[in-house]
Every structure is written in C-alpha cells, then in structure tokens.
C-alpha cells in the first residue's frame, strides 16, 4: 500500500487542507512533517469549517492516527487550543501524536521574531512573528528544547535555564527589552508536558510498523515549495523545508518508501508576505481574484497578493519535487474570467529566459511572458465528471498539464469535500 507525500507546489495556500482532509477518508496514518503553527489549512467538510495550525487535517477521518513528525516546531499553547476547539466540537483526538524528537516554540523565540523582524525595518521578511525562524535556529545551533524534554521536568529546567540566560543578555543587552522570568516558563511549560504527556511518543516507530503492515500513509507539508529555505525565493522564505525531501526528514521516513508525490497548485498564483512574485497583478482582476477567493491568511487574515498561473515556477517545483501527479484547486474561482493568462517564461534585462533564477533580486526584475487562453464563463462547482467540464476549462488544465510536466488526477471546483473532481485514482 502506498505511501504518499502531499506538497504545496507554489508559495503555500494552494488548497492542502482539503485535499489531505478528503484522501485522509481512506488514510491510515497521516503525519504533518515541517512548519509550526505560522501554516494554517482550511477544511470544509460534514462537521463544519475548521482552521487548523498544527494538527494534521486528517484529524477529522474516523480511522486514521494523526501524528505531528519529528520536523514540526510545536507551540504547547496554540496545540493545546487547537486541541480543546476541535474537542468541543465533536471531533475525536484520541488517535493523535506528537513526535518526542519535536522542538518547542518558547516565549523567547516568539518576543525575538517579533524584535527581529522590526529591526529589519524596510527590508521585513514578512514573518508571522509566531516565533518559527527563531525555534528552527536554536534546532540548528543545538539551542532547542524538545517535547521529550517535557517529560523529564529536571532535565527540562538545566536545558532551559542554559538557554535562557543567553537569551536574556540578547533582549536586555541588544534589544532593550525585559529579561523573561524563568520560573514562570518552568511552570508553564510544566503544565503543557503534564497535559500532552500521552501524546508524545517515538512517532517514526508508529511510522516503521504502518509501513511494514501496508497501511495507507500521508505526509502533511505545510507551506510550499517556493518557500523553502534552499530552492525557494530566499530570503523571503520559511525555515523548513516544505519540499517531498524534506517530508522523509520531518517524519523519519527513508526516500525510497515513498511511492507517490503529489503536487498541489492553485489554478492561479497567490503570495502572502514579502518577496518577489512575478505574475503579481496588483490591479483590478488581482483585486477581483482575492475576493472571489476570500484569499486571506488562514493564519494572520493577511490579503494574499494574487496573479496568473506561473508555470516558470511551477516547472520548477516539480523538479525539485519530483511530483508524480499533480491537483488543480480553486478553478471555480476562474469562472468568471473572459480570458486567462499562463506565465510561459520570463523577460530579464530584455532576453527571455525559461528558467527560476536563485536570486529573489534577480527574480524581481523578470517580467512575466504571457499566454493567453479563453475563459469558460460558466459556473463548474456542481461538475464532478471531468468530460463535462467546459472545453475551455478542459484546455486550460490540458496546457498546465503539458506545462509543469506532470499529469493532473484531481481537480478541486470548491472548497467542500464533495466539490472534487477525480480524473485518476490517488490512492
């Protein structure tokens, strides 16, 4: 049975919440691997519509274990309130897990993303200032506290007490903020290992024994590909990779046990935050694109900047990613639209190039080259059969298609679960 890897192919908010949500039906286990509580999925299905920052969204299957990986950097609070609004709604959490090799978020890392980001004045990354980059540089200065350190308070007190101190000296001394009281933390953090205690186990052995008994298995990645810290438009890009590799990492998987890559991208391109966006319309069919969409941040409610499809990109993405299928969401949001524009290649200094540069200051200064196809202008939310959609629509996904080399299977006409339309089989 296969195991399957779920990425966002462009800048995040390409629709994974639904998609994860609606495989997660025949899923076993479904596992978040990067991000922390800075990615937000959307899910609309029988029980409402939830926003969800950390638990995977295949929370809601009666059947499937949801399992936050080893590679996720995990606030106890927002976890917590995560947790107790899904359960006052009726959703079981009985079968969720927390990897005990997850790093915390801290209230240093929070105060210090917020600092950081100010200091950088007019050149701001344009961070949720949830404290994520700051948690994912302590991980990689061996700086960080782990969930299982949560479970050995002794422990948990030495490692956060030698990690404070130098802290303190960086907001008091660089900053001119207050020192942070390291009896409240304790205590605090205390509470939250007391609480989520039966959650936190060796979740890549959970993993090893699903794969070995042939369960159906998800990696959930948050954000996308154009944010990762190496391939994505750095710096104005996340602190994990949200990349397929980065799934075998964050879960504790090998490479060759996963047998699918699925690529999700937006029928058009969205960007929340700072940096370059070649196909960013910021006119009146931008505007109208965002609000036909509601394109906000799940997690901020910051506007997403919003344009035409970026195949430049999106080509990209698959070769980094190595996406065996791909899935089209939100192409109901088109339907009104008398034409519609694919970015091919890119204008840079007067020659056209077809290539993603590595530079985001080279980037800013491309100039998208359009394509230009009809638009269908009738509604498609209610089609479920890929043979009545509108031949308009059919050409339109058939040149993405042959644009970012990789086959579509499922083409999402809304946000509800049954708004789907599958050309292939996943699973």
């Known amino acids: 049975m296969p195991v399957i890897a779920i990425i966002g192919a462009h800048w995040g908010d390409e629709g994974k919440g639904k998609i994860v949500d609606l495989l997660a039906e025949q899923a076993d286990m479904v596992m978040r691997f990067s991000g922390g509580d800075n990615a937000g999925h959307t ?11 950390l638990v995977p969204s295949g929370i809601f299957s009666p059947k499937a274990t949801s399992v936050i990986g080893n590679g996720v950097v995990v606030n106890p609070r927002v976890l917590l309130d995560e947790l ?11 079968r969720f897990f927390i990897s005990d090799r997850a790093h915390l978020v801290m209230p240093y890392h929070i105060l210090l993303d917020g600092l950081e980001e100010d200091a950088r004045g007019g050149k701001a990354i344009g961070t949720t200032r949830k404290g994520i980059g700051p948690a994912f540089a302590d991980k990689a200065s061996r700086l960080g506290l782990r969930t299982s350190d949560l479970l050995d308070k002794d422990v948990f007190r030495e490692r956060l007490h030698a990690v404070l101190t130098g802290k303190n000296t960086l907001l008091t001394k660089v900053y001119n903020a207050d020192p942070l009281s390291e009896d409240e933390i304790f205590s605090e953090y205390c509470r939250y290992g007391e609480i989520l205690a039966p959650h936190i186990c060796d979740t ?3 993993l090893e024994k699903a794969v070995d008994d042939g369960k ?11 944010l990762d810290p190496d391939f994505g438009t750095y710096p104005y890009a996340t602190s994990s990779s949200p990349l397929a590799g980065g799934g075998c990492l964050g879960v504790g998987l090998g490479p060759t046990r996963i047998d699918d890559v699925l690529g999700i991208f937006k029928a058009y391109c969205t960007r929340v935050g700072g940096g370059p966006m070649p196909t960013e319309l910021q006119d009146e069919i931008g505007g109208c694109i965002r609000e036909l969409a ?19 990109a999106s080509r990209f993405s698959t070769r980094v990613n190595s996406y065996t299928q791909a899935i089209v969401t939100r192409l109901d949001v088109l339907d009104t639209m008398p034409a519609l524009k694919i970015c091919t290649a890119y204008e840079l200094n007067g020659e056209k190039i077809d290539y993603f540069p590595a530079s ?23 089609i479920r059969d890929f043979a009545q959609l509108p031949l308009q629509a059919r050409q339109y996904l058939s ?17 509800r679960r049954e708004q789907t339309i599958f050309k292939s089989p996943v699973w």
Not at 84 to 94: E, F, H, I, P
Not at 294 to 312: N, Q, S
């Open 43 to 53: 899910v609309v299905n029988q029980q409402g519509e939830f926003a969800l920052h």
């Open 84 to 94: 107790g609004a899904l359960k006052q709604r009726g959703v079981d959490v009985s």
């Open 204 to 206: 890549s052995a959970l």
């Open 216 to 226: 159906k298995i998800m990696l959930e990645g948050a954000q996308g590909a154009l």
């Open 294 to 312: 509601h394109e906000y941040g799940t997690t901020t409610g910051r506007p997403r900047r919003c344009g035409w499809f970026d195949a430049v």
């Open 360 to 382: 985001a200051v080279t980037l800013e200064k491309c100039q998208p080259i359009y394509e230009e196809l009809p638009g269908w202008q009738t509604p498609i939310s209610d």
């Open 399 to 415: 040149r993405l298609e042959e644009l970012i080399a990789c086959p579509i299977s499922v083409i999402s006409v809304g946000m």
